[in-house]
């Protein structure tokens, strides 16, 4: 297990330094100058000289592979430059507004996974009766609703027509009910149909079969191992919904005000802050990579096939 | 079952007759609609429906039925561009991959995991920022988000293809390579592709209107869907409507597509099943 962990996170390494290369082509490959943008932030007349000077002080008049290691370097030191119009450091102020964006992304996949989990088992036990089509209709409706528009859709219900919820701004729980519900509802469909899926595949396997002729109760045959075989695949699942959550919570913020990361990374994008979008852009990959290993260390862990493997490998 | 065999074939036909009508609608916009989708008339502001608007007009006065037409026609091209791009590199990355194998597969597997590394639509937001706003940039992000996950897909089918019974027999009853695979294993891949593609055409719009909503996709005066959602967000303590048109337009498109590739992967299901997982 633990030589596991360890080649795991041996990879994480060339995995990581060709991310920032990808980032640092789409930024010099990109046609927008940021030394124009740095002088029109400051306030600058962008003359001729004026942005010789700023190529010069951004360094993007050296060759490319010096501006990347030199960017990289910087990079490892947690060193993302300043952000052209605040003049404060970008890790900073991200790391300001990034604690309340997975606050709200932890809180919507807590409600994936805590309302997929009773939703697929229902709907599995149920197969072709009432509550099996109701989850299954739900799913439908789920997937192929766009975040964006069902956020305006649960303020119009619910903060508009029934005036239970309010629509804008961070505050207690209630705030956050409706973006995580905005943010949550396509992966908890997803979940649903995943373990509706795994459920019945399970309860007809051999083992099921096993544990039935060996004269256990049905709820035990359920409860004690269809479930818990059911439940490993989700675990890899949760692992995809991050970056859909990720790519959510930044509608989601929008449209509810929420003073998270992504509205502010989205407003770094209007004013061409080259800065604050690449360090985004890292410590969101970064964070979605991280969780991405965990989720593959807990599935070994769980999953001895792959625990024993990696050990003989 | 018959019964649900029934409202299910029900639904695909459902579905097929809304993808022929908005794709319909988009080619005849300029024919259909009643009027320019950019005339400004402040003295129709939020002029409610009526003969002259059938659905309204918008706080500029323009009218919401001709929005949502034109609006089909930039969802309907850009998906259509975007399925087109990552089929072509998602192919011949896939199958390249595949069939060569050793470093060459390694490589291109490696720069595939590369993509698959980002979170999708924080990388697409990203590639939109860099290049700027504007459809081609937006086409051109959700592509390269998303084609990785293809070229892995169309390369496990082309390996597990590559070794079946029937491929072999091809090859040893005297079938050259290029034959071989031109005949036996392009055609069932391109089938799956097809059906993969069908699928997710209703995540890609999701993307492309989620960035235009943003500010990040297509520039607001071109009558774009998420663009009109955008546009009416403060209005919509006032005036709902302008939010619910355009946003049941992408709701009932991604449905239709949704539903038309769960009924076209059911009909030709087992090879898709094994290779995705």
Not at chain 1, 30 to 49: K, N
Not at chain 1, 95 to 105: E, K, R
Not at chain 2, 159 to 170: C, D, F, H, P
Request: proline letters at 5%.
């Amino acid at each position: 297990m633990l030589y596991y962990i360890l080649k795991r996170l041996a990879l994480l390494v060339p995995i990581l330094l060709a991310v920032s290369l990808v980032v640092f082509l789409i930024l010099r490959l990109g046609q927008g100058d940021p030394a124009m943008s740095y002088l029109r932030l400051s306030g600058i007349p962008p003359t001729d000289e004026a942005l010789a000077v700023a190529r010069t002080e951004l360094g993007l008049n050296r060759p490319l592979p010096v501006q990347y290691l030199d960017w990289l370097g910087k990079a490892a030191r947690l060193d993302f430059g300043r952000s052209y119009v605040t003049k404060n450091p970008v890790l900073e102020e991200i790391l300001y507004y990034l604690p309340n964006t997975l606050v709200l992304a932890g809180f919507s996949l807590f409600l994936t996974l805590a309302a997929s989990l009773p939703l697929g088992v229902i709907s599995a036990m149920e197969k072709d009766r009432l509550p099996d089509q109701l989850v299954r209709g739900l799913s439908f409706f789920g997937v192929s609703i766009p975040n964006f528009f069902l956020g305006f859709l649960l303020v119009w219900v619910f903060s508009i027509k029934l005036r239970w919820l309010p629509s804008l701004g961070m505050g207690g729980l209630s705030h956050m009910i409706l973006p995580a519900a905005t943010m949550s509802l396509m992966s908890l469909c997803i979940n649903a149909r995943l373990i509706r899926a795994n459920m019945l595949e399970n309860l007809h396997s051999r083992y099921a079969l096993y544990a039935r002729a060996r004269g256990l109760s049905e709820a035990s045959v359920v409860g004690r191992h269809v479930l818990a075989n059911s439940l490993i695949p989700v675990v890899t699942a949760v692992g995809m919904h991050v970056g859909e959550l990720f790519g959510g919570a930044v509608v989601a913020e929008s449209i509810f005000a929420w003073p998270g990361v992504g509205r502010y990374a989205v407003s770094a994008i209007y004013n061409r802050d080259y800065p604050v979008m690449q360090c985004f852009i890292l410590i969101m990959t970064l964070l979605f990579v991280v969780m991405n290993l965990g989720v593959d260390i807990l599935y070994a862990w769980l999953d001895p096939r792959i625990r024993l493997q990696g050990e003989t490998s | 079952m018959m019964l649900e065999n029934m409202a299910r074939r029900g639904l695909v036909v459902f579905a097929c007759l809304v993808i022929l009508v908005l794709g319909l609608s988009a080619a005849a916009a300029p024919l259909i609609a009643p009027h320019s989708p950019d005339e400004v008339d402040l003295s129709q502001k939020f002029a409610p429906a009526s003969l002259e608007h059938p659905l309204g007009c918008d706080h500029l006065g323009r009218d919401v039925l001709s929005r949502l037409l034109y609006g089909a026609r930039v969802s309907m091209g850009s998906v259509a561009a975007i399925a087109g791009f990552i089929l072509v590199l998602g192919f011949a990355v896939g199958v390249t991959a595949g069939f060569l194998g050793g470093k060459v597969d390694s490589a291109l597997m490696r720069v595939c995991d590369v993509f698959l590394t980002f979170p999708t639509f924080i990388l697409a937001m990203f590639m939109v920022g860099v290049l700027g706003t504007g459809i081609v940039n937006v086409i051109l992000a959700v592509s390269l988000t998303h084609w990785a996950w293809y070229a892995r897909i169309i390369r496990s089918l082309a390996l597990s293809l590559k070794n079946r019974e029937y491929v072999l027999a091809a090859r040893v009853s005297g079938s050259g390579r290029m034959k071989t695979a031109w005949l036996h294993i392009l055609p069932p891949i391109f089938a799956q592709l097809v059906i993969l593609a069908t699928l997710d055409i209703g995540h890609m719009m999701m993307h492309v209107s989620g960035l235009s909503f943003l500010g990040l996709g297509v520039a607001p005066p071109t009558p774009e869907w998420g663009v009109m959602i955008s546009d009416a967000r403060q209005f919509v303590w006032t005036h709902p409507e302008l939010i619910m048109y355009p946003g049941l337009m992408i709701f009932i498109t991604v449905m239709a597509f949704n539903l038309l590739g769960d009924a076209m992967r059911d009909a030709l299901d087992p090879a898709l099943q094994e290779a995705a997982h």
